[in-house]
């Protein structure tokens, strides 16, 4: 079946500039997760949604970063008037279910985003 | 908040050598452990976790990770690693019942033919 996609797969802006990035999530998947990898860095979270609930934006960097989800399925990621530490892999990860010991996050490719 | 340390950036082993990768949490309370593996050019991937019950998880490919609740780690062992082992390894830790997930920077594997 399909797996969680993400897109653009590459991401060249500059700075100053609005980026929106895109997941979808496996279908049926009610948790969703954004990360950012930054180069020699392990995965930072940055935002987490549950179904209906409010999102847990505990890990977003700055407000120049925003996430909706949509729906309940898709999500978008924007980060207003990039700066060059933006510049890292955003990754997307679903999940059928939160917390508990049957929990699988499930990755997507990730956006590699480039500020100059 | 909890933090995760992997001792190793990279490790090189030739084929059919043991492998353990360190991994070490700071954090108090209860909580779920996890080794995440990327494949080149694949994704993120499950490899195991660690709820609760026997502190030794199997998981897939024949790799196991202990956990030491009293030494705060969570190694991930394999004792006999394959040229397709090739991949970059992160631990990761969550507090029991918080969304947030902590990532350790990851260990680069390379295995020799």
């Known amino acids: 079946g399909a797996g969680v996609s993400q897109s653009p797969s590459n991401k060249v802006t500059e700075k100053g500039k609005d980026v929106e990035l895109r997941c979808d999530p496996i279908?049926?998947?009610?948790?969703l997760y954004w990360y950012r990898q930054s180069l020699g860095q392990g995965l930072e979270f940055l935002i987490y949604?549950?179904?209906?609930?409010?999102?847990?934006k505990s890990g977003l960097p700055s407000d120049r970063f925003s996430a909706e989800r949509t729906g309940g399925s898709v999500s978008t990621l924007t980060i207003q008037r990039t700066q060059q530490e933006d510049s890292a892999v955003y990754l997307c990860?679903?999940?059928?279910?939160?917390?508990?010991?049957?929990?699988?996050?499930?990755f997507g490719p990730g956006t590699r985003l480039l500020v100059l | 908040a909890q933090s995760v340390s992997q001792h190793n950036h990279h490790v090189i082993l030739s084929e059919a050598a043991s492998l353990e990768l360190g991994c070490n949490y700071s954090?108090?309370?209860?909580?779920?452990l996890f080794w995440y593996v990327q494949y080149p050019g694949q994704h993120l991937q499950l490899l195991l976790k660690?709820?609760?019950?026997?502190?030794l998880v199997k998981g897939i490919k024949g790799f196991e990770a202990e956990f030491i609740k009293s030494k705060f780690s969570f190694n991930l062992r394999k004792p006999s690693v394959q040229w397709s082992d090739t991949a970059e390894y992160f631990c990761?830790?969550?507090?029991?019942?918080?969304?947030?997930?902590?990532f350790g920077a990851g260990t680069r594997l390379t295995v020799k033919p």
């Open positions: 990860a679903s999940s059928l279910t939160s917390g508990g010991a049957h929990e699988t996050q499930y």
């Open positions: 279908s049926g998947h009610t948790a």
């Open positions: 949604f549950q179904g209906n609930s409010a999102p847990d």
């Open positions: 954090y108090g309370g209860t909580v779920n």
């Open positions: 660690y709820f609760s019950g026997d502190p």
């Open positions: 990761a830790v969550r507090a029991y019942n918080n969304n947030d997930m902590r």
